[in-house]
């Protein structure tokens, strides 16, 4: 497997489920994010982990959790969500040199849907 | 803060005509710019970065620190540029990508 890899592609929760979301990268960065993306909205940045350490909140609700347990692994932590996080949630990797990032690569996407 | 405006929700054009997809930025540093696509039921992926001053599929796109903009450009559009095309800046030094809002391009045959 090469590049980043999401799992799972769809997931369906009710609002009192804890599931998490996974995301591999193979590329060898040192940076990874999550975004959403949802259809009335732009990409949004939700968290970004460089080096393993969060660099990024941008202010997202205390029910989305992050989790970088190594600079090839992120997962988000998902508890009593609400159905307007229904979305398109997006991991990508960059390569972070001199302190600033290189191109982002993303992953396919999981698909959130909250009933 | 970082803003990226792209004014055009959809833009349509017949295929062998010229297209431009605006955006401008707001970002008082030296930012670097992309453009990203999303070709339908594919990932987002880099189409270029206006530091390579590439070509890439024909597009092409050109900084224009004076009016804030990094409009995105090809000659002759064909039927398989339909996508979302989304505008990036990166500040100097920064990590946090910011991501305007995007046109979805529709080439007509």
């Known amino acids: 497997e090469t590049g980043v890899t999401q799992t799972p592609r769809h997931l369906v929760m009710g609002m009192t489920n804890k599931k998490s979301l996974k995301c591999e990268q193979h590329?060898?960065?040192?940076?990874m994010y999550w975004y959403k993306q949802s259809a009335k909205k732009p990409l949004e940045l939700m968290f970004v982990?460089?080096?393993?350490?969060?660099?990024e909140n941008n202010s997202v609700p205390s029910r989305f959790s992050p989790e970088c347990p190594n600079s090839s692994h992120l997962f988000l932590h998902l508890h009593t969500l609400q159905p307007e996080d229904s979305a398109l949630y997006l991991c990508?990797?960059?390569?972070?040199?001199?302190?600033?990032?290189?191109?982002?690569?993303f992953g396919a996407g999981s698909r959130l849907t909250v009933l | 803060a970082q803003r990226v405006t792209q004014p055009e929700k959809l833009l349509s054009v017949f295929k062998g005509a010229p297209v431009e997809l605006k955006c401008n930025y707001s970002?008082?540093?030296?930012?670097?710019l992309f453009w990203y696509v999303q070709y339908s039921r594919q990932r987002l992926q880099l189409l270029l970065r206006?530091?390579s001053r590439e070509s890439i599929k024909g597009f092409t796109a050109d900084l224009n620190k004076g009016e804030t903009s990094f409009h995105l450009k090809k000659p002759f559009a064909q039927e398989e540029d339909s996508a979302m095309y989304y505008c990036?800046?990166?500040?100097?030094?920064?990590?946090?990508?910011?991501f305007g809002p995007g046109t979805r391009l529709s080439v007509l045959p």
């Open positions: 990508a990797s960059s390569q972070v040199v001199s302190g600033g990032a290189n191109v982002l690569t």
């Open positions: 590329l060898g960065h040192n940076a």
């Open positions: 982990y460089s080096l393993e350490e969060r660099v």
């Open positions: 970002y008082s540093g030296s930012p670097e």
């Open positions: 206006h530091i």
């Open positions: 990036a800046l990166l500040p100097n030094y920064g990590q946090n990508f910011v």
